[in-house]
């Protein structure tokens, strides 16, 4: 259970990481006349990804969950492959990259790296974590729980960030 904890604590300082170029590019993008939409949930998504990781590691511990190779390494691949999708969309998107949904009003619509793909990549980085996190110590229930509720989060989130996008930018 060590090296999971180390695991976990890992994905903790990468949101901390995360945090602060949000924090850095909310400054840009709102000293460039961006406007935030959906306040509303952005707690619910701070609430759901602190659940991710103390659920992660309670759920292990309490429920004495095995380490199953098969599963786990598989897992882990999906972590890391998660990890680095999401830093190919904070890298593509530059000072757009954010937390919260931050548009600038005429902002052209990114369409290289990750983008050229699909619409919201970095939202199918988090759908992977969530899922495979948990699974790496075989919690099941916290993926299971944490993987509805981000579905239902998921569905407000990108309707919220499409209208947005739609109302601001060019295509």
Do not use: K
């Not at 060590?2 to 604590?9: A, D, N, P, Q, R």
């Not at 990481?17 to 509303?40: F, S």
């Not at 380490?67 to 691949?77: D, H, K």
């Amino acid at each position: 259970m060590l090296w999971y904890t180390v695991l976990v604590l890992a994905v903790a300082a990468e949101r901390v990481a995360e945090l602060v170029v949000a924090r850095r590019n909310a400054a840009w993008t709102l000293a460039r006349a961006g406007v935030e939409h959906g306040r509303g949930h952005y707690p619910v998504m701070v609430a759901l990804h602190t659940a991710l990781l103390v659920g992660c590691l309670v759920e292990v511990a309490i429920g004495d969950r095995p380490f199953v190779p098969a599963l786990g390494w598989s897992m882990l691949g999906v972590v890391v492959l998660a990890q680095a999708l999401r830093w190919w969309c904070i890298l593509t998107l530059g000072p757009y990259w954010n937390t919260r949904v931050i548009v600038v009003p005429g902002a052209r619509l990114v369409r290289a790296g990750p983008y050229r793909f699909a619409r919201h990549p970095n939202y199918v980085a988090v759908v992977a974590e969530i899922a495979a996190l948990p699974l790496v110590h075989s919690a099941w229930l916290t993926a299971l729980v944490l993987t509805v509720s981000n579905a239902v989060l998921m569905g407000v989130r990108v309707r919220c960030e499409n209208t947005a996008l739609a109302q601001a930018v060019t295509a």
